[in-house]
């Protein structure tokens, strides 16, 4: 499952193995630590992307919470407009003794 570098990722290691190249280092051995860093430079990479998947997903779970919660907030709303209903019955016990007294100064 190894993954060829590209060109332009090979070229950057070169240039770099190139740049710390000790005095009396072959090109073997030169070539080998570009391969080193050609490796490094691919895990970094794949932790990147692992990390950009970990932010992704965090931020999808957050969308959700709050869809969720935007979800059931109008179901508390009903509850604050109970108090609200509270005046209905006084207005229909005001209302019954009003004709109830009504009745009887006609009666």
């Known amino acids: 499952?190894?993954?060829k570098a590209s060109s332009e990722v090979q070229n950057e290691a070169m240039r770099i193995a190139k740049a710390?190249?000790?005095p009396g280092q072959t090109k073997e051995q030169t070539k080998l630590i570009s391969q080193g860093i050609e490796k490094?430079?691919?895990e970094y990479k794949k932790q990147q992307?692992?990390?950009s998947r970990a932010r992704d997903k965090q931020k999808k779970q957050e969308i959700k919470a709050k869809?969720?919660?935007l979800m059931q907030e109008p179901a508390a709303?009903?509850?604050e407009v109970k108090p609200g209903n509270s005046v209905l019955p006084w207005v229909l016990l005001v209302v019954?003794?009003?004709g109830f007294a009504g009745y009887l100064l006609l009666a």
């Open 20 to 22: 710390t190249q000790k």
């Open 40 to 42: 490094g430079i691919a």
């Open 96 to 98: 019954s003794w009003a």
């Open 1 to 3: 499952m190894a993954q």
């Open 77 to 79: 709303v009903p509850e």
């Open 49 to 51: 992307k692992a990390k």
């Open 67 to 69: 869809q969720k919660a």
